[in-house]
């Protein structure tokens, strides 16, 4: 498995030196068992609507008692928020309780790995360099797309994050193309893109490095 991808610039034009993937995320055995929990736990974790019904002490309705405990033959009732009673609370019905499901920072690490290093297998990463100085249009990115052949695909941009800042918006508009953090990836989203296009920036941060900061001048201490 190589793990070096050709580069290009923010025009679209491959460039000579090609970039070599951290075998960290890239260089992984596909784990197809590890895949499968990954993706069931983000999904069933994306769940927002959970069936609850109201018991007795939450419908509306007053708390009068019905009719009297004795003396007319019937069963003892306080109010007509009984169960047994058409608009009554319900005995024993859903509570609503969201149930989240949890991977251990190892198997999740682990589990991003996997998908980064399927898409490297099957030749879908692309690299982009210098892509804060692409005008921030969304023509320039369709052009810079078809240039490097991820226009008919869904494509996961991955951005650092000042470079999502200053040319993220030029990518919004496009069909099928979602931009990304590094932070924001996990397996599902991985997998669910047809490829992925990192910058140079975004890889440094995904391996742990921090980003570079832009070198401000010292000013001169003013002399009294």
């Known amino acids: 498995m190589s793990l070096t991808v050709d580069l290009y610039n923010y025009q679209g034009e491959k460039q000579e030196k090609k970039v070599k993937l951290p075998a960290e995320f890239f260089g992984q ?38 009719y009297s405990q004795k003396g007319t033959g019937r069963a003892r009732h306080g109010d007509r928020q009984a169960p047994i009673f058409v608009g009554g609370g319900k005995a024993h019905g859903p509570k609503g309780v969201k149930i989240r499901l949890n991977l251990p920072k190892k198997m999740k690490k682990k589990a991003l790995a996997t998908a980064l290093s399927q898409k490297a297998n099957e030749g879908r990463i692309k690299m982009v360099t210098d892509i804060e100085k692409m005008t921030p249009k969304t023509k320039k990115a369709e052009e810079l797309l078809q240039k490097i052949n991820l226009t008919a695909q869904k494509v996961g941009v991955v951005m650092a994050k000042e470079e999502k800042e200053k040319v993220g918006r030029a990518f919004r508009n496009l069909a099928g193309v979602k931009v990304l953090l590094p932070d924001m990836l ?37 002399e009294k």
């Open 186 to 222: 996990n397996p599902y989203l991985v997998l669910e893109k047809e490829a992925l296009l990192f910058t140079t920036a975004s890889l440094a941060v995904l391996g742990g490095k921090p980003a570079k900061k832009s070198k401000e001048k010292a000013k001169k201490p003013v």
């Open 29 to 66: 055995e596909v784990n197809d068992a590890l895949l499968a929990q990954a993706v069931r736990v983000y999904l069933a974790n994306q769940r927002r609507a959970f069936p609850k019904a109201k018991t007795r002490a939450e419908v509306n309705g007053s708390g009068r008692k019905i």
